[in-house]
């Protein structure tokens, strides 16, 4: 189970409410993680276990009671008494809001993705309960020309390493990566440049590739990526690893079959 943020150390303990039911934890923890503790999911696409969060994606919004406004679950910790709203309408509405947003801006190819079933950005449009988009992509990073014109925003794959490719057209921004190649491997060989809307993950400078870069080749940034952007070469030609394999016993000829994750 992914808790979203890691596990606080503090020996001191907090209890508060979250959807009407009381939860313990050390204090320090996430209401995202605290929230995971007693089996509520809070949607999220920047948040992992391993990496400290920093809020970037706007997904995890929660209500407090007593609170203005709808803070980042992942980022505001616990405190004593806190009575915490995760699903209503209204934060239901915000979230397929932000997702509206990122898929408006993202290629509608997933049936030939090869995250297409292991992709994060899908799994919380469909959590989300997002079924459509308002939003005509005025301007985009996913179409190579647009209305016959080279897209200026368009920047092609790099697959100049030899184990992952990068597809900036399916990037999100969600720092991800970037903070798993500082935080998990300490290579900082991954940077956001621009700003707005311009903003992209890149190799160090604008003229680097990766394999001109300072990358290692760890593959943290590719674990950390929740969509088809950073993805290993060996799942893009051969497709995801099976998860499980049936093997049939030998020990008679009955012919039973097991799994073996
Ligand atoms: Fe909290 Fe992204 S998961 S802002």
Known sequence: RDFGTPAAKSKTMVSLV?????????????IMRAAAEIGIQVPK??????IDAFGSCRLCLVEIEGRNGTPASCTTPVAPGLKVTTQN?????LRKGVMELYISDHPLDCLTCSANGDCEL?????AVGLRDVRYEAVENHFQPRQNGEANPLYIPKDNSNPYFSYDPAKCIVCSRCVRAC??????FALTISGRGFDS????????????????????????????GTLQE????????????????CAYCGV????KAE
Not at 45 to 50: F, G
Not at 122 to 126: N, V, Y
Not at 255 to 258: L, N, V
């Open 18 to 30: 979250i959807d009407g039911f009381e939860v313990t934890v050390p204090e320090g923890t996430s």
């Open 45 to 50: 696409l920047c948040a992992t276990d391993s």
């Open 89 to 93: 309408a209204k934060l239901a509405k």
């Open 122 to 126: 899908q799994d919380m449009a469909g």
């Open 182 to 187: 500082e935080e998990v491997q300490g290579t």
């Open 200 to 227: 992209r993950v890149s190799a160090g400078l604008k003229s680097d590739t990766f394999l001109t870069s300072d990358c290692v080749s760890c593959g943290a940034c590719v674990q950390a990526c929740p969509t």
């Open 233 to 248: 070469k060996s799942v893009i030609e051969l497709g995801t690893p099976q998860r499980e394999v049936i093997t049939t």
């Open 255 to 258: 012919g039973c079959q097991f």
